[in-house]
Structure formats: C-alpha cells, structure tokens
C-alpha cells in the first residue's frame, strides 16, 4: 500500500480489540516521515533507513463494525509513505494501560494522576492484578489490587499515583510501577502474562530550582 498524499482504507471486523501489527519500509531508500494512523488517531510518524523495515503490534479497540487505516507522506526525502504488511488478530491474553498524554508524572506539591487498566480479552473466571510501586517512599498507588470478571475485562480501572513526600531534597526521581497477574486468584489463560509497568516521574519540592524567574 503506497501514497505520497493521504490515503485510508477500512477492514470489515466484528467489534473488539485486536492486535495491529504494521511493516513500514523501503528495501531501496530511505523513507521519512510517514505517518500512520489507526481509528482515527495518529499512531506513529516512522522513518526507515534503506532496507530497514520497522515492525510493531498495536492494541487497538473497533467499536463500529470496522478497523480504519491511514496512511499520510509528510513531505519527507522522497514523499512517500509506505505499508508493506498488515496482520490482524483477535487480541490475546494481556494487560492494557492507558497513561496521560505526555506520560505519568507527579509532584511532592501534592498532585496525584490516575492511569486507566484493563484487560486485552475476555477470561473465563476473574483475573486479578497486584498493583505495586517500585519505591514506596517516593510513590503510592491505590488500590493495591484490581479485579477483572468475564463482565467487565474490557472496562477501564482507575489505579491511582500519588507522590510521597520523603522530607528530602533528592531530586526529581523515577519510579516504575507493576501491574502483575496474581496466578493463584486468576483465569489460568492469564496466568503467564507479562507484567506491565508504567514509568512515574516525581518532581521534587525540597530547594527545587524556580521553572520561571522574572526581573521587572
């Protein structure tokens, strides 16, 4: 699938969350600046060196009867934007975070953020999730544990961050947080998913340098 403009085309699917896999690529040239989008939302802009293919596997929900695709070239080394391949499945066993634009982040002044969960398909019995934080004493999360049933895998869960205050001028720190499958409690299809992880960052308030300073 080739254009140096826009293009789109759409797939017939039962609604669902399916796994997208995309390749992107020239074997002669370089290409750049491609851009793909998925249900109507810019996925990514992918440049490739010559003979360098790029490879990646989107969750993505249809909630219409079908998976929309576009392709856009913006105006890159030869204007050109490329689809190679596209795969589509059913989406497997899986854990989906959805983060804030611009990623995860708060601060000892006392903001918090929430992130959304939920699962990629449906169980057969209730999957639940531990949900921990790597550094306790920079960051806490709530609640501790979230409980998926065949009813509601699909619907968001709120886990939400909240920054700690330790007292100490350490920094801006980076802290990961863990949403792993307790096997003991879950649907076994569940059993050896990957944890998935969501990077924090926590901004400090103990002698922090001023973001903006004024001389008037």
């Keep these: 699938f080739f254009t140096r403009d826009v293009a789109e085309f759409s797939v017939d699917l039962p609604n669902g969350l399916y796994d997208v896999t995309v390749t992107m690529g020239d074997v002669v040239a370089l290409q750049d600046n491609m851009a793909l989008s998925l249900e109507g939302d810019l996925a990514d802009i992918v440049t490739t060196a010559a003979n ?3 490879v990646h596997t989107y969750h993505v929900t249809v909630d219409d009867g079908q998976l929309n695709v576009g392709l856009e070239s913006l105006e890159g080394t030869y204007y050109n934007a490329i689809l190679n391949a596209l795969t589509i499945a059913p989406a497997g066993p899986g854990i989906l975070v959805a983060e804030p634009p611009g ?10 953020q929430n992130v959304s969960v939920s699962l990629t398909s449906a169980p057969e019995s209730n999957v639940v999730l531990n949900v921990s934080s790597g550094d306790t004493g920079e960051v806490a999360v709530s609640p501790a544990t979230l409980t998926f049933t065949p009813d509601n895998w699909n ?3 709120a886990v939400t961050v909240t920054c700690v205050d330790d007292g100490t001028a350490d920094g801006h720190q980076n802290t990961v947080i863990s949403l ?3 096997a003991g409690q879950s649907d076994d299809a569940y059993d050896g998913v990957s944890a998935a992880t969501v990077d924090v960052t926590t901004y400090e308030d103990e002698g922090s340098t001023p973001l903006f300073e004024f001389d008037f």
């Design 52 to 54: 360098q293919f790029y």
């Design 103 to 112: 990623g995860t982040a708060v601060s000892e002044l006392g903001t918090n």
């Design 155 to 157: 619907v968001p869960q």
């Design 180 to 182: 792993s499958v307790d």
